[in-house]
């Protein structure tokens, strides 16, 4: 079987017959066989494409492929074929690549139009961008870990800060997002967020469900939570070229931490560093200027609530009680009947009201009812009566388990005895 001929050898041999070779000359001259040149001259006189040209794997597929691409440009979302691609294979059992869609698309389409983009430079204060960069096999504290850099890049100034973490669970991205703040000494409007479970529990993008927590989170810190679309790493261009820049500039693997707050403190150093010498394109001062004059516009840094892994809204018992995971706190009397949030953080169990704590209790306890006795003391509001005060022999109860035990009295049944006359 002959081979394949090159474009350019089809045109030498449309050349070579309109000046007045024959078919066996111009063969000779190619060093191919005679009946492919005859072959040739016969596809160029009818305007035919070459026949010989190989069946499209998903030629089978024609009418679906068009009726999708039809349908795209009809809504004006463009032609993504890698999302045909995983369309054919879960709806239609596609068994070939996602190349060869492509070659087949380019064959039987015209060219699509070019899709410009709009570059929009975001006012100050308004957007900061998030995502994590992976790091496996950093030494720290003479161990192979895989780390964790979370960075939060302000769209405007283009000031970074980078905090390190050995998880990416729930706790850990509340805390990172914490530690981000304190650096960039302020919140932006807007958080615009990679579709990780921690952020979108559901879906993807601007249709996709906030996670429950992050979305308490960020109602308390004050910003609100814009998830990128999925595949389209322009919407967070600049964190992502942050990222890239860091992996290039400063790889953590090329030496030994002795821990990770080595590593932290070294990497604020570096990045302020940069933000010294680095220029914003937007200000054309430094990133460093360019943030200061951007801090009056984020807004006044919050009281950073404690990283939490759970929130759950609850409504108070009339005993001044809520229930969580299984256990019974107490919060403040004056609450009761009312709605309140509780969170779970790393080592306590948190409730919140009117966005401050209302009650602190140790999380995970053997103990299924904790109690703290302040939380019925103090005066009637106009909605809640107090509680009835504790008498002689409840108070003098509550002194006796203060006590550590070598001053608790010998015989406690005469002191409460005592008590009781």
């Given amino acids: ?119 929009v430079e975001t006012p100050p204060g308004t957007q900061g961008q998030v995502d994590w960069g992976e790091f ?68 993807a993008g601007p249709w996709g469900e906030i996670n429950r927590t992050y979305r308490e989170y960020a109602r308390t810190v004050r910003f609100h939570v814009d998830a990128a679309r999925p595949r389209c790493p322009g919407d967070k261009g600049k964190v992502e070229r942050r990222i890239l820049a860091h992996k290039r500039a400063f790889d953590p693997r090329h030496r030994s931490w002795r821990d990770l707050a080595e590593l932290q403190a070294y990497t604020d150093e570096a990045v302020e560093e940069s933000a010294r010498r680095r220029t914003c394109p937007v200000t054309g001062e430094s990133v460093r200027a360019s943030w200061e004059a951007e801090l009056p516009w984020l807004s006044p840094l919050p009281l950073l609530p404690e990283p939490f892994d759970l929130v759950q809204r609850r409504r108070v018992a009339i005993d001044a009680t809520v229930r969580f995971e299984g256990r019974t706190y107490s919060v403040p009397f004056r609450f009761a009947e009312q709605e309140v949030e509780v969170r779970g953080c790393a080592e306590r169990v948190q409730v919140w009201a009117d966005g401050q704590v209302l009650a602190e209790h140790p999380r995970h306890t053997r103990s299924r009812l904790l109690i703290e006795p302040s ?47």
């Fill in 136 to 203: 496996p096999g950093v030494e720290v504290g003479h161990e192979r870990v895989a780390l964790h850099a979370f960075h939060l890049v302000l769209s405007h100034s283009r000031k970074e800060a980078v905090v390190w973490s050995e998880r990416a669970d729930q706790l850990a991205w509340l805390h990172v997002h914490n530690e981000a703040l304190r650096r960039l000494q302020g919140v932006p409007a807007v958080l615009r967020v990679d579709n990780v479970k921690t952020a979108v529990a559901r879906g």
């Fill in 375 to 421: 939380h019925y003391e103090g005066p009637s509001t106009d909605d809640v009566e107090a509680p009835v005060p504790l008498g002689k022999m409840g108070r003098r109860l509550e002194e006796i388990a203060a006590m550590v035990p070598e001053q608790r009295p010998l015989d406690l049944y005469a002191a409460l005895a005592e008590v009781a006359r």
């Fill in 1 to 119: 079987m002959g081979r394949r001929l090159r474009r350019e050898e089809v045109m030498t041999i449309q050349v070579l017959h309109e000046r007045g070779l024959s078919n066996r000359a111009i063969a000779r001259q190619l060093g191919i066989r005679e009946n492919s040149v005859r072959y040739r001259l016969r596809r160029l006189a009818e305007d035919l494409p070459d026949g010989r040209s190989k069946r499209f794997q998903a030629e089978p597929l024609a009418g679906v492929i068009r009726r999708w691409i039809e349908e795209a440009k009809t809504q004006g979302r463009g032609v993504n074929l890698q999302e045909l691609h995983e369309q054919l294979v879960r709806d239609h059992g596609y068994t070939g690549s996602y190349k060869s869609i492509q070659r087949y698309v380019r064959a039987k389409f015209p060219k699509p139009k070019v899709r410009t983009r709009r570059r």
